[in-house]
Protein backbone atom coordinates (compact mmCIF):
# COMPACT_ATOMS: atom_id res chain seq x y z
CA UNK A 1 0.00 0.00 0.00
CA UNK A 2 1.28 3.28 -0.86
CA UNK A 3 1.81 6.14 1.20
CA UNK A 4 -0.46 9.57 1.83
CA UNK A 5 -0.04 12.68 3.30
CA UNK A 6 -3.75 12.36 4.21
CA UNK A 7 -3.88 8.48 5.00
CA UNK A 8 -7.95 8.96 6.71
CA UNK A 9 -8.66 11.17 3.63
CA UNK A 10 -7.76 8.30 1.02
CA UNK A 11 -9.69 5.94 3.00
CA UNK A 12 -12.87 7.38 2.58
CA UNK A 13 -12.22 8.80 -1.28
CA UNK A 14 -11.33 4.62 -1.64
CA UNK A 15 -14.70 3.87 -0.45
CA UNK A 16 -16.44 6.18 -2.20
CA UNK A 17 -15.00 5.41 -5.38
CA UNK A 18 -15.81 1.92 -4.50
CA UNK A 19 -19.38 2.55 -3.86
CA UNK A 20 -19.68 4.63 -7.00
CA UNK A 21 -17.95 2.22 -9.16
CA UNK A 22 -20.10 -0.75 -8.07
CA UNK A 23 -17.14 -2.27 -6.27
CA UNK A 24 -18.10 -4.38 -3.39
CA UNK A 25 -14.74 -4.83 -2.24
CA UNK A 26 -12.33 -2.44 -0.53
CA UNK A 27 -9.13 -3.34 0.49
CA UNK A 28 -6.69 -1.00 2.34
CA UNK A 29 -3.61 -0.85 5.19
CA UNK A 30 -4.57 -1.42 9.30
CA UNK A 31 -4.98 1.31 11.44
CA UNK A 32 -6.49 1.78 14.81
CA UNK A 33 -8.53 5.32 13.31
CA UNK A 34 -9.37 3.46 10.48
CA UNK A 35 -10.94 0.50 12.25
CA UNK A 36 -12.69 2.82 14.23
CA UNK A 37 -14.08 4.80 11.22
CA UNK A 38 -14.91 1.37 9.29
CA UNK A 39 -17.08 0.49 12.63
CA UNK A 40 -18.90 3.69 12.37
CA UNK A 41 -19.85 3.03 9.05
CA UNK A 42 -20.81 -0.17 9.64
CA UNK A 43 -23.18 1.03 12.27
CA UNK A 44 -24.68 3.55 9.63
CA UNK A 45 -25.42 0.70 7.51
CA UNK A 46 -22.78 2.20 4.87
CA UNK A 47 -20.41 -0.71 5.24
CA UNK A 48 -22.01 -4.74 5.28
CA UNK A 49 -18.86 -6.47 6.67
CA UNK A 50 -15.27 -5.41 8.73
CA UNK A 51 -12.41 -8.20 8.44
CA UNK A 52 -8.62 -7.35 9.15
CA UNK A 53 -6.20 -9.89 8.60
CA UNK A 54 -2.55 -9.45 8.30
CA UNK A 55 -2.12 -6.32 8.52
CA UNK A 56 -5.26 -5.36 5.57
CA UNK A 57 -8.60 -4.30 6.40
CA UNK A 58 -10.93 -5.35 4.03
CA UNK A 59 -14.56 -3.81 3.82
CA UNK A 60 -17.51 -4.99 1.99
CA UNK A 61 -19.95 -1.61 1.09
CA UNK A 62 -23.66 -2.27 1.18
CA UNK A 63 -25.75 -1.90 -1.74
CA UNK A 64 -29.39 -1.66 -2.12
CA UNK A 65 -31.41 -2.84 -5.06
CA UNK A 66 -28.11 -2.75 -7.14
CA UNK A 67 -26.78 0.54 -6.73
CA UNK A 68 -24.64 1.53 -3.15
CA UNK A 69 -26.24 3.22 -0.16
CA UNK A 70 -23.45 5.25 0.11
CA UNK A 71 -24.05 7.97 -2.70
CA UNK A 72 -21.40 10.56 -2.25
CA UNK A 73 -19.07 11.96 0.45
CA UNK A 74 -17.21 15.31 1.21
CA UNK A 75 -14.20 15.52 3.27
CA UNK A 76 -14.77 18.92 5.90
CA UNK A 77 -11.44 18.37 8.07
CA UNK A 78 -8.48 18.23 6.07
CA UNK A 79 -4.34 18.44 7.00
CA UNK A 80 -4.40 22.36 7.12
CA UNK A 81 -7.72 22.82 7.92
CA UNK A 82 -9.53 21.86 11.22
CA UNK A 83 -13.48 21.91 11.60
CA UNK A 84 -15.05 21.46 15.21
CA UNK A 85 -18.33 21.50 15.92
CA UNK A 86 -20.44 21.75 19.10
CA UNK A 87 -23.02 19.94 19.67
CA UNK A 88 -25.69 22.48 18.98
CA UNK A 89 -24.23 22.94 15.43
CA UNK A 90 -24.32 19.29 15.14
CA UNK A 91 -28.15 19.54 15.87
CA UNK A 92 -28.64 22.56 13.70
CA UNK A 93 -27.84 19.80 10.45
CA UNK A 94 -30.97 19.13 8.73
CA UNK A 95 -31.50 16.68 5.73
CA UNK A 96 -30.30 13.23 4.43
CA UNK A 97 -26.27 13.64 5.15
CA UNK A 98 -24.65 11.94 8.28
CA UNK A 99 -20.93 13.35 9.69
CA UNK A 100 -18.21 11.31 11.24
CA UNK A 101 -17.29 13.09 14.31
CA UNK A 102 -14.14 12.24 16.30
CA UNK A 103 -15.31 12.71 19.56
CA UNK A 104 -13.53 11.90 23.26
CA UNK A 105 -15.65 8.83 23.20
CA UNK A 106 -14.05 7.54 19.67
CA UNK A 107 -15.59 8.41 15.93
CA UNK A 108 -19.18 8.43 16.22
CA UNK A 109 -22.08 8.96 13.61
CA UNK A 110 -23.95 12.18 13.79
CA UNK A 111 -26.75 9.79 15.82
CA UNK A 112 -24.91 8.71 17.81
CA UNK A 113 -22.90 12.18 19.17
CA UNK A 114 -26.27 13.41 19.73
CA UNK A 115 -27.30 10.44 21.92
CA UNK A 116 -23.64 10.84 24.57
CA UNK A 117 -24.18 14.94 23.84
CA UNK A 118 -20.83 15.05 22.64
CA UNK A 119 -19.49 17.65 19.54
CA UNK A 120 -15.94 17.27 18.02
CA UNK A 121 -14.10 16.75 14.74
CA UNK A 122 -16.64 16.88 11.91
CA UNK A 123 -13.80 14.01 9.78
CA UNK A 124 -16.29 13.76 6.75
CA UNK A 125 -20.21 14.77 5.51
CA UNK A 126 -21.86 11.17 4.17
CA UNK A 127 -24.89 10.86 2.35
Do not use: C
Amino acid sequence: MSETNYPIGDFLIRIKNAAQAKNREVTVSVTKKKVAIAKALEKAGFVEEIKSKDGILSLSVSFSHKSPILMDLRLVSKPGRRVYYKLSDIEAKRGPSTFLVSTPKGILTTKEAKKIGSGGEIIAEIW
